[in-house]
């Protein structure tokens, strides 16, 4: 990649990191030394690891298995058309609509209730904040195994994943075996940076922790965010210290998850030296995946029109199945601000997406015209954004931001979350830009075409397919984000997705549940978008709408 | 330029407060045309819509009055503002700070107060403020114990009712003891939103006031020496009263809208609100269901005052002081009254008022579910503000890390 969008994903990370590192170190170490001082540091540690390696190992299993039971048969489809929109919905929304769903008040308790319960209030169980992290790894597998779905699916057709498996399959190999010896080293190669990405993410996610997590003590990464706003500026050096354990926590789980890799590996090839057939296992593994992809897509789908009912609802007491009576209320009296932020969310995701879009654009053709190859080196700083907790590097940023006068304004978050839409928008782009048929441009250049011409009259208008997927993807994942622009906005810049976990604390379903209903609604705005605006773009060029 | 820098000064003198009343009302008008155009950054918490519809309401009222335009930051917590500011001070900002006016008290207003973190005294160049009722409501002076010396302006009452559903319960604990007998033979069906929260803090004082062999020393600064001994009998009530808790206390809820929220689910059946308005408000926004009633605990309950301030670098100070002049405006003070708007108490003293504008507080209907000022009993003064900081500390270590 060309050395200016390199720096533009480096530098914010580098500098950021350095902003942690100076307080935490700072003073004497008197920020370490009260980390360490804090009673909850052991429980809230492990809860870090344990939510972040529970989760990315159960998601990437169900993945992978949902992968070999399903791959290149017809209910494949069916799973991919249900997870894939999934991909858009923003985090806290779906942590929103999980909590609405499984809490002993929400909507599961209120439609079997009383007749199937017996309750008439709700049962005082534990189930979110549970102590364990358990409704937080529940939303976070939700959350991240569509993710992983869609980045293997991309991958497949690169290993010739077809073709292997009808070799494997010829030789008596059930679906799983087959997927299991033959696509998957091949496959997880390609895999791995998204797991790892997964992976930090789950360790150190701030508004899911904040509405699932467990609060006695919270996870390492909400305790930062707590500390970070608290009134004395001496719990900062705590909290800087705090990003930095937690950077080096996100180190440690993927050198564990490297060392688990490797055995696993070892143990992969014991067994298929052995080519065990296991043809019988394939049904109950059809029967455990499809039911995973059924219970995550029906538990997101369930969870988000309870919250898009709520947002109309009037009374709705305990255990009435529906709300006594639907209005617009909510609606209307936060119409204003709900206008609003809607606004700013979308200037932003509108500017961070068209320059990422434009930087993307110009390495790939930089790429092209230059005849590189894309090295793993890389790939792996396209990922730094991702693999790099978020909040081991905004609060450093944020610090430096402060006295620059460069925080609190829109510019400064659409800066910041360029550094996050990017690398999404940039794999999302790379694969159709990199397959397109390069004689297509052979046979202009022969014609007399410049390169800037068969860029602009040839390559661009047959990518407008994947260039706008790519755009949607870049709007959904700036939509989403929350810490940078809570930290880079300084509370002065609100968009859908900072309100949205604002007003989670303070239960008032009815507002949460408009606010959450946006930030589905933009996303998939722009995803509908990205499929119907070629098709009345070529509306008389038919073979166009096929492409990408 | 000169002239008004002396009239600043003049107004500013303590001693010259009195006989310049022409001097005021002229840097007044000094102070309304260089707000006009401004954009104040209002810091206030925005956990609550009905609280951030008003503010959506005094921006509409500032607009169209004074051409001043309210921006509401809607903060988490408000120790959010006073983080920004004090890093601005550490990062040598002197002016054109990110915050204008802070809804404030306490902790936050010591902490800032004492820091240096404040413009001020201002109060009494607010036009408004005569018609405070300073004497008949102290707490508009005294934010928990600290005298405020005009570097925050009140613009409403709160006190501690509890909220109950009398289709579930008929005879509410008015009692800290009674409240502890009623969980236990009643498991599950109360709690208190999680320390640091302001309210679950404020429960824990209110506590304090029902277990203390002298409440009185809450007047004071915690003195570490008697400290232990004096809140032994606080640790030993939660002690027996957390197992009784809603999910055993293993889980709070965070802030005072999430444990109403709990209420209106049914979840709980005991619930309490720094604001006895409160519960009507709720009733009439249809929220919780009309059976909702209120009441005080024997003794009185913990009552106090919030106001606004003013950061030293705010960037449009003369914008802010028109916003917290105009928060003691009648009208505005009656709106906040109003139970279907906010329910809050009125700071004013409505003997001041003129005829027009207390017959806007008269009319008033409170709600079925508030109680009469004379039912609201007797108001608990806050402790000092160290008491809060204090045992919201040791809270977080004993209990808040539990298992």
Redo the contacts between chains.
């Keep these: 990649m060309p050395p200016l969008t390199l720096g533009l994903m480096t530098l914010p990370i580098a500098a950021g990191l350095a902003g942690t590192a100076l307080p935490a170190f700072g003073n004497g170490g008197a920020g370490i030394e009260k980390l360490l001082a804090w009673?909850?540091l052991p429980?809230s540690v492990a809860l870090s690891i344990g939510t972040g390696l529970v989760s990315t190992l159960l998601a990437l299993a169900l993945t992978l298995l949902i992968l070999a039971a399903f791959a290149g048969t017809p209910a494949f489809a069916r799973i991919r058309r249900g997870l894939a929109p999934l991909l858009s919905v923003p985090h806290a929304a779906a942590a929103l609509g999980l909590a609405f769903l499984i809490a002993?008040?929400g909507w599961i308790a209120r439609l079997l209730s009383p007749e199937l319960t017996g309750w008439q209030?709700?049962p005082?169980?534990?189930i979110?904040?549970?102590?364990l992290g358990l409704s937080l790894t529940l939303g976070l597998v939700a959350k991240e195994l569509p993710f992983l779905l869609l980045m293997a699916l991309a991958a497949l057709p690169q290993i010739d994943a077809d073709r292997r498996l009808t070799t494997a399959a010829t030789l008596g190999y059930g679906r799983i075996a087959a997927f299991t010896f033959t696509l998957l080293p091949d496959l997880y190669r390609q895999l791995r940076l998204p797991t790892y990405a997964v992976l930090a993410y789950g360790m150190t996610t701030v508004d899911m922790a904040l509405i699932l997590g467990?609060?006695?003590?919270p996870t390492l990464s909400a305790q930062i965010t707590l500390w970070?706003?608290?009134?004395?500026?001496t719990m900062?050096d705590t909290a800087a210290a705090g990003a930095v354990l937690q950077l080096v926590l996100a180190v440690l789980a993927i050198s564990l998850w490297r060392v688990m890799e490797i055995f696993t590996k070892r143990a992969l090839i014991a067994i298929a030296f052995t080519a065990p057939r296991l043809a019988l296992i394939d049904r109950p593994a059809a029967f455990i995946a499809r039911l995973a992809a059924l219970l995550i897509t029906g538990t997101l789908a369930f969870g988000l029109a309870g919250l898009s009912l709520w947002s109309v609802a009037?009374?709705w007491?305990?255990p009435d199945a529906w709300p006594e009576e639907i209005?617009l209320?909510t609606w209307a009296?936060?119409g204003?601000?709900l206008r609003e932020t809607s606004a700013t969310t979308l200037i932003i995701a509108t500017g961070a997406t068209l320059a990422a879009l434009a930087l993307a654009l110009a390495c790939l053709q930089a790429e092209a015209s230059l005849h590189l190859t894309p090295t793993k080196r890389a790939l792996v700083l396209l990922y730094l954004p991702l693999l790099v907790p978020q909040i081991a590097f905004l609060p450093g940023l944020q610090?430096l931001a402060?006295?620059l006068?460069l925080d609190?304004t829109v510019a400064a978050v659409m800066a910041i979350h360029l550094v996050f839409v990017l690398p999404y928008v940039f794999l999302s782009l790379s694969g159709p830009f990199r397959a397109w048929d390069g004689r297509i441009a052979t046979a202009a250049a022969t014609l007399g075409a410049s390169e800037a011409r068969i860029f602009w009259r040839l390559r661009l208008p047959m990518l407008t397919g994947p260039v706008l997927t790519a755009a949607a993807v870049g709007m959904a994942v700036s939509i989403g984000q929350y810490l940078p622009t809570l930290m880079i906005g300084?509370?002065?810049v609100?968009t859908l997705t900072t309100?949205a976990v604002?007003?989670s604390?303070?239960?008032?379903?009815?507002?949460i549940g408009a606010y959450a209903v946006l930030q589905l609604l933009l996303p998939a705005l722009a995803f509908s978008a990205a499929l119907a605006l070629p098709l009345w773009l070529w509306r008389d060029r038919r073979l166009m709408r096929g492409l990408g | 330029m000169h002239r008004r820098t002396a009239l600043t000064l003049l107004a500013s003198l303590p001693a010259f407060a009195g006989f310049s009343t022409k001097a005021l009302a002229a840097e007044w008008d000094s102070i309304l045309s260089e707000a006009k155009g401004q954009t104040v950054y209002w810091h206030a918490w925005g956990g609550d819509p009905k609280i951030n519809d008003f503010i959506t309401w005094i921006g509409d009222k500032a607009q169209e009055r004074y051409g001043v335009t309210l921006e509401h930051v809607k903060l988490a917590a408000t120790s959010d503002a006073v983080a920004r500011v004090l890093a601005e001070q550490q990062a040598g900002q002197t002016d054109g700070g990110a915050v204008d006016l802070i809804w404030i008290n306490g902790e936050n207003f010591a902490a800032m107060k004492s820091q240096g973190l404040l413009y001020g005294p201002f109060t009494e160049t607010l036009p408004n403020w005569p018609l405070v009722d300073v004497a008949g409501k102290p707490a508009t002076v005294t934010d928990f114990t600290l005298p405020t010396d005009g570097f925050e302006s009140p613009w409403a009452m709160a006190q501690l009712v509890f909220e109950y559903d009398t289709a579930w319960l008929q005879n509410p604990p008015q009692s800290i003891d009674l409240l502890l007998e009623w969980s236990i033979s009643n498991p599950g069906r109360f709690t208190y939103p999680q320390p640091p929260d302001y309210l679950g803090t404020t429960f824990l004082k209110q506590v304090l006031y029902g277990v203390m062999a002298d409440p009185s020393v809450l007047q004071s600064p915690v003195d570490d020496a008697s400290y232990a001994a004096q809140v032994a009998p606080l640790w030993a009530y939660l002690d027996r009263l957390h197992p009784t808790l809603w999910r055993e206390a293993k889980a709070f809820p965070q802030n005072e809208p999430a444990l109403g929220q709990l209420l209106a689910d049914g979840e709980i059946d005991i619930s309490f609100a720094f604001n006895p308005g409160r519960a009507s408000a709720e009733i009439a926004a249809g929220t919780l269901p009309d059976t909702v009633r209120t009441f005080v605990l024997q003794g009185g309950t913990i009552g106090n005052a919030s106001f606004v301030a003013i950061p030293f670098n705010a960037a449009h100070r003369a914008g802010a002081l028109v916003i917290a002049n105009l928060l003691l405006d009648p009208e505005v003070q009656a709106r906040a009254q109003d139970p279907a708007v906010l329910g809050f108490q009125t700071v004013l003293d409505l003997q001041s008022l003129s005829g027009e504008d207390r017959a806007r507080f008269e009319a008033l209907d409170l709600g079925v579910a508030t109680l009469s000022p004379a039912d609201l009993g007797p108001v608990l003064l806050e402790p000092h503000a160290s008491w809060m900081t204090r045992i919201a500390q040791d809270w977080t270590a004993r209990y808040g890390v539990a298992q």
Excluded: H, I, W, Y
């Design positions: 009673p909850g429980k002993p008040s209030v709700p005082d169980l534990l979110l904040n549970d102590p467990p609060t006695l003590p970070m706003g608290e009134a004395n500026l900062r009037g009374l007491q305990f209005t209320r009296t936060a204003p601000s610090m402060l006295p006068g609190g300084g509370g002065r609100e309100e604002a007003l604390s303070g239960g008032n379903r009815r507002l």
